[in-house]
């Protein structure tokens, strides 16, 4: 019988407990200074290999049907595409791949359309002003993939 049935705390099943996990991800050292917000990511990046587990245990044990199986295996794609995503996050924070913006808009003036060569052409200018927080970029999946 499944482990994932049990009436009592005794005959529930558990996933690797969290603290587990992170002190996995503990050994990968990250600059603090370079990636704040990481021990959020790492917490939210073991909560979701949690569930994983949870999600492979109920693929492998349960007798499902084919709707609900197809349904946990697209939970079990796109949970591990985000943990992936988060990692390739962290990599990119730590081996300083982001690029500070220095400059962010600030507004958009003098817009005009017009004729040259006989192509419509549009000219704008553009404001900036000096970021205070020194932030960085902020990255899409596929552009960290690439990096």
């Known amino acids: 019988m499944s482990e994932l049935i049990g009436n009592g705390h005794e005959e529930r099943w558990y996933p690797i407990s969290i603290h587990q996990i992170k002190n ?42 084919e709707v609900l199986q197809i349904q946990t295996i697209k939970s079990f794609i796109v949970i591990s595409t985000s943990i992936i995503e988060a990692i390739f996050y962290l990599i990119c924070c730590n081996e300083n791949l982001r690029k500070k913006i220095i400059w962010k808009e600030f507004k958009t003036i003098g817009k005009s359309e017009f004729l040259l060569d006989g192509k419509k052409l549009k000219s704008e200018t553009k404001l900036f002003e000096k970021n205070a927080d020194s932030g960085f970029e902020s990255l899409t999946f596929d552009q960290m993939i690439k990096k």
């Open 24 to 65: 996995h991800f503990s050994r990968y050292l990250i600059d603090e200074e370079l990636c704040p917000d990481s021990k959020y990511i790492i917490a939210n990046i073991s909560y979701n290999i949690q569930y994983i587990q949870y999600l492979r245990k109920t693929l492998n044990e349960l007798n499902l049907s």
